[in-house]
């Protein structure tokens, strides 16, 4: 994320692919094994004169000259010299200035980055994950006090949780137990209870064992 205009973003952005691709190279062992490079480039200012806020580049060739041409049969001649390259310029005013709905994800995060509240709202309707982002973002510009406050909420939130989840394990173990009792008073065979309570065979012979039943 670029916040001022330095007049370099074309240059920046050469030197951000090339340290990615040279990081990337020297972890595989071959040129086949190396991932795509993909650089995106979200900038709070006017950069390309271009009608468009989401510009995507790629290594392309030039117009073959014609004092170079050779026929080759070629109707259609290759226009991407590298599929591996590809550089996403993203300029918010263009964005605000296009002032789309947030109907896409793209529109919905970049709604986020531009801070635009009504369209916020829009945005959280339909992606959950931005109202997860939107809390990280306000826990980040906590001051002490605030971090506190908000870590005691969380840590009664998680006692609760815990609490009524160690509860209805408990009920669901005194059912066990109780299914258990029944089906050794008829006799039924360990191994049965077991398959049908989910039970440990040294849980039910315990259980036995409390309710001075013989198994035959």
């Known amino acids: ?9 074309d240059s920046r ?3 951000y692919m090339s340290r ?7 972890k595989k062992q071959g040129y086949q ?7 995106i480039n979200l900038m709070n200012f006017e950069f390309y004169k271009r ?5 995507i580049a790629h290594m392309k060739f ?10 080759m049969g070629y109707k259609k001649e290759d226009e991407i010299a590298s599929k591996d390259l590809e550089m996403h310029f993203i300029e918010i005013p263009k964005f605000v200035k296009k002032n789309p709905e947030a109907k896409t994800k793209l529109e919905q995060w970049l709604w986020l980055i531009a801070g635009r509240e009504d369209k916020l709202e829009m945005a959280k309707k339909e992606n959950k994950k ?3 982002a939107i809390e990280i973002i306000k826990q980040m510009s906590m001051d002490e006090k605030e ?49 049908a309570t989910g039970l440990t065979r040294r849980r039910i012979r315990k259980n036995k064992n409390t309710q001075n039943i013989s198994i035959i």
């Open 51 to 55: 009608n468009s806020y989401h510009n």
């Open 1 to 9: 994320m670029q916040v001022q205009n330095q007049k370099n973003m």
């Open 147 to 195: 971090w506190e406050l908000y870590n005691s909420r969380q840590m009664a939130i998680l006692d609760y949780n815990t609490g009524m989840k160690n509860a209805r394990a408990e009920g669901e173990n005194e059912a066990k137990l109780e299914i258990a009792k029944n089906l050794l008073k008829l006799n039924i065979d360990i191994e049965d209870i077991k398959k």
């Open 62 to 71: 030039e117009k073959t000259k014609e004092n170079e041409y050779v026929e």
């Open 20 to 26: 990615i691709l040279s990081d990337e190279i020297k």
């Open 33 to 39: 094994e190396v991932k795509d490079t993909i650089v």
């Open 13 to 15: 952005s050469t030197f």
């Open 130 to 132: 931005i109202e997860k």
